[in-house]
């Protein structure tokens, strides 16, 4: 776990009611930037997302880490691809691989009251990280 995630999931974990964690959700999602628009294309589409999603997944080889960005139409995909980002951002692909996102969000509260659509969406999402993950153990 990362000490970045621990800190972005804090108010969400400390959220009592479903509405909280939703307006925490929100709120987090405000605070990733941005992709600019050159980078929304159809390839970076994150296929099984039923919202849009755009993600990039980059090897920094210097630290070893993989690096991921994304953005989202929607503000409440894009506060959960803010903790995934958060969650998965600066590990190695061996850390990567070990992290199970589903117990996060489950630990969080999160995976009783999202959609159907939703989890398949942050499923997909985990899925191209961890993806790549694999492909830089090879």
Known sequence: MTNTFNKVSESIR??????????????LGKTLPSLPTALKIDDALVPGCESKVWMYVEFDLTENVLVVAGDSDTRIVKGL??????LYNGLTPEQILQVNAYNEFEKLG?????????????????EKIQAMAKQKLI
């Open 14 to 27: 400390n959220a009592s009611v479903w509405q909280q964690k939703y307006r925490e959700i929100m709120l």
């Open 81 to 86: 691809l803010a903790l995934i980002l958060a």
């Open 110 to 126: 999160l995976i009783s009251h999202l959609s159907p659509s939703r989890g398949n969406g942050i499923k997909a999402m985990v």
